[in-house]
């Protein structure tokens, strides 16, 4: 099949020939292009050569794709770490960037390829540009995308009307988004966007608190492979558009930017740079850097570029040039990339929804294109999220391709005379482009000089990017779906403004969007009528039925009072909460009504009696009836246990030291945290104690003994042991005397418990003391001397077949 | 003197009695034998100097090495002593030193001393009286010593080839601890005898001891000494010593006599705690 695929595409004039296959080799001989010197493809293997090119990769072993002629190659989604299992699972782990000898022409290569086995799809990376326009004379306050006053004709200084306009600025068109920030929210941190584009400029100072450091894990140069994100006007005026601080006193305000006057941080920018500054590139990139926002915690992939039609860069688009671009397909490779971000963005591995994610799956715009066709290769894939441009004036910018494939129409601006020209600035340049941060030539020297005018699709997507942001950051939470968001954000949009001949989508409603969500429901879930509790040590576990909800469906959360006062929880609702009370929000996320969700209630009181309540509601914010009043009472307390006793503890010589950890000792029955204590019980000056909380350090100051007495506590109950501490002269000394001299006890060591004979004779002889019996470091053998002369007397100690003789003085 | 006999028997029965309360006795190397010859034979020579004016010695002199109880913590005795009879009367005059080990954990080793010196009288050619006065000091550690005064009295007779001697030895005031109350000096009774017998070549001599300390404990002794010739000796003994400070052992040694110069030595055996102890000795007799 790849082989007769190959001959259609061989024969095809002037395209770039697809098959089921997903089969990709353009045609040297017809291509307006200029083919690079050195030739890359992007391949996509199966799991049998795929398998074979990392064990060549890892392990040096022979490689098929050297045969093809191949001077290097490499994974176009790199070992993704944590996230490698499910990039292998989406298949990503499959797609090669070959980089083949030089003078090697695009049909010799196509036709290696399909000569070798084991490679199931190709791609020859092909030429994308930014959606934009050249930056314009800047001046930041008209930003009539995002609030538009109608003034702007107001300023006008030409006559206009020859132009036939009759729809023009007054008319308001905007994003709806004045009431947003001021009843819903202005971003948040949480929601983050991928803006895959030019290097943002992550240290403009209208921009820098919203943007994520590039680093390992953050902003990375995809151009480079490299973690040095060079700044670009473009990319940065797409970032300013989504998150430029705002409420700062300076510059623009992004759509999703926060407040910084309350210290509310916007949305973030994770720059994913597939261009430098200068215009034009080739794709082979784009992959990873979607792919690279799904990984690091965006939700949202903002994409100002793509291919265009206008093959030989003429400034027109012929007939032939339409055809041929029609006949383009989105390349494999980035579709996958689409597909896995669109899947896997604020998951786990296994699709699930990350604890801290504010949505489930990523959503991935795109710009409609700027070449006023009815056609986008990427676009026209269906998941996309395709967006096209409008004018201040509620229509469709001149320049915006259009289509039923496109979804929805944000502000891009228009920039020629003849649609807005009487509204200038000083310099000339229409305001009815869009406004915003241009990448800053001289860091500590930020004016207006770091703002612009642009206009484009390039300029619209943001504008979609920043509304989802704004959404997200006011619907997100557990259970919120990329789906959810793009339905939202679709049946919000403003279908009345737009023309339907030549389409480029609903106007987005940001406002309109949330309130869809916010208010589309007055009537309250039923109330929670079946649920359960049980306790175990201090946590009591609730799994309660997510009820049924007449116009959403099901309950969206859940309210669960609970206390040890019945009364006091009975009369608990979420606008009073009586002392005594806490609750707990349960959402219901993903489930559906008739689910059970579980919840625990942890740090509770052993031996207590608990009462529970349940309001559900929805995401309207309407509640149910309260559920019937139930109580769990938890278990008995049980005391924390000695695991090990560790009996007794020897050290030699002054310095020498032990350390014992607590928890090593200690264990509590109940798994509570234990917080312990440690003290010197007896004779402090032979050993000193360092307590860093959870292990004792004992270190030796002087012969002798101590007692060390040490704790457990689980909040109510307490064990403690005493562990004997012997610090000995020596490890030679193992048979110890002491004092010496010896006034009225003589304490007699040994080494190891034994039965131990003990001989004391005085000076001439004479036994004075004599016994045998077990003793030990810890259980020694004392001697009162006391009704002994002054004098000289040796003690003799004989245990296991060992003898050792002293000298003492007794005084 | 029977007013004397019945005062010296009742001071022996009050130290007797006030020893009942005390356990263990200070500065208990008193008692102890630096005669190698009555170390040989079991440490049965009367203490003193009363015997002196029966002897028939006119001046004798000596050096003493002793190393007692090396196998448990060794002191090492140095002693020199010289007596003399002059008519009837008897005088005496000793030193002793000891050294012990170093004690444990501490560098300084406990030494002893021990001076004496007594005087003795012939009350008739057969019967002499005795006393000999001793000074004892051990010095325990550097800043710590105990010292006590004390005498012997003892009355000694020599009947053709037996001899006999009764007295008390170190009678002295008790030494205090400052920390742990009193302790008694080892005083003691004393009773011996002894039987001398030759045949021209050969003699012998037995004799025996017994002790009855104040502390309540009993001790005796029993010897014999042969000489050939008056050249060379071999000597015997055993020492039983009980619940007294000198415990039991066995004894055997030699000596020679060359003219007025004698050398001795001694060895304990068969014994817990003096195993090994042995002692060396070099005199000159006239």
Not at chain 1, 104 to 121: H, R
Not at chain 1, 568 to 576: D, E, K, Y
Request: hydrophobic content about 35%; charged content about 20%; some cysteine.
């Amino acid at each position: 099949m790849k082989r007769i695929t190959l001959l259609t595409c061989l024969l095809a004039v002037a395209a770039c020939s697809v098959d089921e296959n997903r089969l990709t080799i353009p045609q040297e001989e017809n291509t307006t292009t200029e083919e690079p010197a050195i030739l890359t493809a992007v391949i996509e293997t199966d799991d049998n050569l795929a398998a074979i090119l990392e064990n060549a990769a890892t392990k040096g072993g022979p490689s098929p794709l050297e045969n093809m002629g191949a001077v290097r190659y490499e994974r176009v989604f790199p070992d993704a770490g944590e996230f490698e299992e499910r990039t292998r699972k989406a298949g990503l782990h499959r797609f090669y960037k070959v980089v083949f000898d030089e003078g090697m022409t695009k049909t010799k290569a196509g036709e290696i390829i399909l000569g070798t086995d084991g490679i199931v799809g190709a791609d020859f990376p092909r030429k994308i540009k930014k959606r934009g326009a050249v930056p314009n004379d800047p001046y930041f306050k008209w930003q009539w995308d995002l609030y538009n006053d109608k003034s702007l004709k107001l300023d006008c200084t030409r006559n206009y009307s020859s132009y036939g306009i009759t729809k023009f600025t007054n008319q308001g068109a905007d994003m709806n988004l004045l009431d947003v920030w001021s009843k819903y929210t202005t971003g948040n941190k949480n929601v983050i966007v991928a803006v895959v584009d030019g290097g943002v400029d992550l240290d403009h100072p209208d921009l820098a608190l919203n943007c994520i450091a590039a680093g390992f894990n953050g902003s990375k140069n995809f151009v480079k492979n490299n973690y040095v994100v060079t700044s670009d006007s473009h990319g940065t005026h797409v970032a300013g558009t989504i998150a430029a601080i705002r409420n700062n006193g300076i510059g623009v305000a992004g759509i999703a930017g926060g407040d910084y006057a309350k210290s509310i941080s916007g949305a973030k920018i994770l720059s994913c740079q597939i261009f430098t500054e200068d215009d034009g590139a080739s794709d082979e990139n784009t992959a990873a850097a979607i792919k690279w926002g799904a990984d690091h915690g965006a939700v949202i992939s903002q994409n100002s570029w793509g291919y265009y039609a206008d093959a030989d860069e003429d400034g027109e688009v012929s007939s032939k040039e339409l055809a041929d671009f029609k006949k383009q397909t989105i390349p494999s490779f980035i579709k996958k990339a689409i597909d896995y971000f669109i899947e896997y963005a604020g998951c786990d591995n296994n699709g699930n929804q990350l604890p801290n994610s504010p949505m489930k799956g990523g959503i991935v715009c795109f710009a409609a294109g700027n070449e006023a066709i009815d056609y986008d290769p990427i676009c026209a894939y269906e998941p996309v999220l395709a967006v096209g441009a409008g004018t201040a004036g509620y229509t469709r910018a001149y320049y915006s391709n259009y289509g039923s494939w496109v979804d929805i129409c944000a502000p891009g601006g228009d920039g020629l005379d003849e649609n807005f020209g009487p509204e200038t600035d000083s310099e000339g340049y229409s305001r009815g482009q869009i406004f915003n941060l241009y990448a800053t030539r001289v860091l500590d020297d930020y004016d207006y000089t770091d703002y612009g005018y642009m206009s484009g699709t390039s300029m619209a997507c943001p504008h979609i990017s920043g509304a989802l942001a704004l959404m997200i950051s006011y619907l997100g939470g557990p259970g919120f779906t990329n789906t959810e968001c793009k339905r939202l954000l679709l049946e919000g949009a403003d279908k009345s403004h737009i023309s339907t001949s030549k389409y480029v989508g609903p106007w987005v409603d940001v406002k309109a969007s949330l309130e869809l969500a916010v208010n589309k429901s007055d009537i309250a879930p039923e109330k929670v009528s079946d649920y359960q509790l049980s306790a175990v040590r201090k946590t009591v576990s609730i799994s309660w039925k997510v009820p049924e909800d007449e116009d959403d469906g099901a309950a969206f959360g859940a309210q669960i009072f609970y206390g040890t006062n019945e009364d006091a929880v009975r009369r608990s609702s979420s606008s009073s909460i009586p002392a005594g009370v806490a609750m707990l929000d349960s959402k219901v996320s993903d489930k559906a009504a008739g689910d059970i969700i579980n919840e625990t209630v942890s740090d509770l009181q052993y031996s207590t009696t608990y009462y529970f309540v349940i309001y559900a509601y929805d995401r309207s914010g309407n509640i149910s009836d309260a559920s019937e009043i139930k109580s769990v009472r938890t278990p008995d307390n049980h005391a924390p246990i000695v695991k090990a006793d560790p009996g007794g503890i020897i050290l030699y010589g002054s310095g020498s030291g032990k350390s014992i950890s607590m928890e090593s000792l200690f264990s509590d029955p109940d798994d509570d945290e234990l917080s312990f204590q440690c003290v010197v019980k007896q004779d402090g000056s032979t050993v000193a104690l360092n307590f860093d909380g959870h292990t004792a350090k004992i270190t030796a100051d002087k012969g002798g003994t101590a007692e060390i007495k040490l704790t457990a506590s689980d909040g109510e109950k307490t064990t403690g042991i005493s562990i004997p501490v012997l610090v000995k002269g020596d490890l030679s000394d193992l048979a110890e005397t002491y004092p010496n001299p010896v006034t009225t006890d003589l304490v007699i060591r040994t080494e190891q418990p034994a039965e131990t004979y003990v001989r004391i004779v005085n000076s001439t002889g004479k036994a004075v003391y004599e016994k045998t019996s077990v003793f030990s470091g810890f259980e020694p053998l004392i001697v009162n001397m006391t009704a002994l002369a002054p004098g000289r007397y040796s003690v003799t100690v004989r245990y296991n077949g060992n003898t050792y003789h002293k000298t003492i003085v007794k005084i | 003197m029977r007013k004397i006999s019945l005062i010296l028997v009742s001071g022996i029965l009050c130290l007797a009695a006030s020893a009942q309360d005390l356990v263990s006795e200070a500065l208990p190397f008193m008692q102890m034998d630096f005669n190698t010859s009555s170390i040989a034979m079991g440490s049965t020579r009367i203490p003193g100097a009363a015997v002196l004016p029966l002897s028939g010695t006119k001046l004798a002199a000596g050096v003493a090495y002793e190393s007692y109880m090396p196998d448990l913590s060794d002191t090492r005795y140095i002693s020199g002593g010289v007596a003399g009879v002059k008519g009837r009367l008897g005088a005496s005059l000793g030193f002793t030193r000891g050294t012990g080990d170093e004690i444990s954990g501490e560098r300084f080793s406990p030494s002893e001393i021990l001076v004496n010196a007594g005087i003795s009288y012939a009350i008739t050619p057969m019967i002499a009286a005795g006393i000999n006065v001793k000074y004892a000091k051990e010095q325990l550690l550097s800043n710590y010593s105990n010292n006590a005064v004390a005498a012997d009295l003892f009355v000694a007779g020599k009947v053709d080839a037996f001899d006999f001697a009764a007295g008390v030895s170190s009678i002295g005031t008790p030494v205090e601890s400052e920390n742990t109350g009193k302790f008694n000096l080892p005083s003691a009774a004393t009773l011996g005898c002894g039987f001398s017998a030759g045949t021209g070549e050969l003699s012998i001599c037995a004799r025996a001891r017994g002790d009855y300390y104040f502390s309540g404990n009993l001790a005796a002794g029993l010897g014999f000494e042969g000489w050939y010739k008056g050249l060379v000796a071999l000597r015997a003994g055993y020492h039983y010593g009980g619940e007294s400070i000198i415990p039991d052992f066995a004894s055997a040694g030699i000596g020679a006599r060359l003219g007025e110069f004698t050398i001795d030595a001694a060895y304990i055996f068969a014994s817990e705690a003096l195993m090994n102890s042995f002692s060396v000795c070099a005199g000159v007799r006239f």
